[in-house]
Each structure stands twice: as C-alpha cells, then as structure tokens.
C-alpha cells in the first residue's frame, strides 16, 4: 500500500556496523528513487543516502566511504549498510520512496528507526 516498513536500527559502538531495510511495496519500489534520510534532535532532517531506478546512487558528504545504499528488486527492499559509524551518526532513520509524476512528485515514508551510536 503506501507505507513503508524499516527496521535494522540499534545500539552499536563506535566504529561499529548496522545494516537497515526497507520493505515498499512492488508498485511503489519498481517506479520510485529511494533514499535514507535521518534526523537528529534539534536537527532538520537530512538526505543521507538515494539510489535512482537507474542505479545511481548519492550520498551526503558526511557518509561517503562509510555507507553503502542498495537494493534488492526480488525482495523489494531497499538497504542501508553503514560502518565504521560515528556518534554523530544517531539519529532516527527513514526510509523514503518518491515518484515522479507529470504533474509532480510522490514522497512516501516509513515510520523511521533508530540508530544510537556509543562513543
């Protein structure tokens, strides 16, 4: 339907590793540019990560090398794996599905997970 369903989010160290899905469904994952975007307390919410029908893929500089965003089109899932994460990595994550229409786009997102990094 319209919702999307995350999950993956957690409590890791430093340095550490997580790996968050989003599951969309077929009508809306086959059409859209997905992407991560997160937010942190008394932060506006940013794009993190998006990967275009196409494949392309982009990601803010704060995450290049870190991050790693795909999918996977049997399972209509969209993936975020990210090492090497950082404090300032927490935040809760949401997966986001947009679609672009003649007559402008289509953003669908999911309920958001949390990520909380431990120095």
């Known amino acids: 339907q319209v919702q999307l369903v995350e999950s993956g989010g957690g409590l890791v160290q430093a340095g550490g590793s997580l790996t968050l899905s989003c599951a969309a469904p077929?009508?809306?994952?086959?059409?859209?540019?997905m992407g991560w975007y997160r937010q942190a307390p008394g932060k506006q919410r940013e794009l993190v990560a998006s990967?275009?029908?196409?494949?392309?893929?982009n990601y803010v500089t704060s995450v290049k090398g870190r991050f790693t965003i795909s999918t996977d089109y049997a399972k209509n899932t969209v993936y975020l794996q990210m090492n090497g994460l950082k404090p300032e990595d927490t935040a809760v994550y949401y997966c986001?599905?947009?679609?672009?229409?003649?007559?402008?786009?289509?953003?669908?997102w999911g309920q958001g997970t949390q990520v909380t990094v431990s120095s």
């Open positions: 990967i275009t029908k196409g494949g392309t893929t």
């Open positions: 986001n599905a947009r679609i672009q229409m003649f007559t402008g786009a289509t953003t669908y």
């Open positions: 077929g009508n809306i994952f086959g059409r859209s540019t």
